[in-house]
Every structure is written in structure tokens, then in C-alpha cells.
């Protein structure tokens, strides 16, 4: 058996895998994995996160406590500070978890914005993703704050529900070239991503915040202080 043969044959097919393995299309191609991942794991922590705050607002908002119900004057005061102590929590934790949803959900689609953006050109040198929103001419290299203001109007055209289209506002002077297929696919998908977040961010922090507002005032209501001890207002604490 020629063993010099047979090695030769496997070191002459390593090489030609390891040339196709690591091809700039085979590199291509890894960084669109890659990032599909990440975006990926990214939307579904937002999902994630908003399941967990539509749930947590109910838990904030129960106030019955266990245990007997309070009857006397200080039991009853002792009951009411823990409920406000306690929606103060939630309402902090709360937040926190709507920042999470934020970052997940915008933050990170808008970094993949700009990132898809600024080296599209490296997945396909012969595309122009940008063109001049006054003439429609292409512009290959733009300046980094013709970008931060392009990505800022995608960001507020999807966040704010088309209303920049409507009034016909313009924030920045490129806008994507639609000849672009595989770039303007994703556009749409990164608008509808931000409009389905800030629609759910904006309803859940006017609906806690009006909710959060009336347990506390339930919470004081259901104490009335007595002319000689009157209790401390904790409702704008």
C-alpha cells in the first residue's frame, strides 16, 4: 500500500477544504449566521421580556396580603406602608425589565441597522445601499453623521408609526436605494420589529403608570387618618 500516496491525496484535499472553508464567500456567509443568531436570541429575550412584564404588572398590582385583615389603627397603617413599599419595588423592577425589552427589542436591531449599512458594500461591492433623498443620485461613502442621522430616521419612521411619512418629515437626506432587494427586506423587517416594541412599550408604561397611580390611592383609601394622627401621603413619594 503507498501510504505516501494516501497522505499526499488527504493533504491535497485538506488544502482544498481548508480554500473553500475559509473563502471570503464562505466568511460572508458565517457573519450572516452569526449575526442571524444573535438577532435572533436578541428579539426573542424582548419577546421573552414582554411576557414577563405583562405578567409581573398583574402580580404589582394584586394588594391583598396574606395574613388576617388588619383592625386596629396601626395594624391597618403598618399594612398600608407595606403595600406602597412594596409597589415602589414592582414599579422599579418594572422599569428595569422595560429597559431590558428596550435594549433586546430596539437597541440591538438598530445597531445591526447601522452595522448592515455601513459594510453592506462588503457583502456585495457592486451595491449601493444608500441614495440621496433630494436627487435619488448614489452615495458611496457616506459621513458618520450622514449615518447616525439616517439610522436615527429609520429608527423614528418605524418607531413612530409612519408619521415622518405622512407629514412628510425628513430627518436625514439619504434614504435606501430600493434597488436593493436583500438591504430593503430587511429594512421593512427592522420597522415592523420597532413599531411591534414601541406599541407595546408605550401602552405598558401609560397603562402601569395609571394603574400604579389608582392602587395607590386605593391603598390610602383604605386607611382614613384620624383627625389627631393624620398619616403621611406616600401617593407621590
Known sequence: MNWDGIR?????NAQVAWSVLTSESAVRVYVLVISGILLSVSLWR????????TDSTKKALAQNLPGPKPR???AKQKQRDLKLSRL???LLALLTSTARMM???VLVPVFFLWAGTTYYSWFDPNAVVLVSQAGGTPVLNPSSPQLLLYVTDQLLRGGLFDVL??????VAGLSNNPVVLPYSIGLIAFRAAIDGYMIFALYFVLRTSVSMRKAMRDVNAGLAASPSNPLPDHSNA
Not at 499526499?8 to 491535497?12: G, K, L, P, V
Not at 424582548?46 to 411576557?51: F, I, P
Not at 411619512?165 to 425628513?170: A, D, L, S, T
Open 8 to 12: 499526499a491525496i488527504i493533504s491535497s
Open 46 to 53: 424582548a419577546l421573552k421580556e414582554r411576557t414577563v412584564l
Open 72 to 74: 386596629s389603627h396601626q
Open 88 to 90: 415602589k419595588s414592582m
Open 103 to 105: 435594549a433586546f427589542g
Open 165 to 170: 411619512e405622512v407629514f412628510k418629515v425628513q
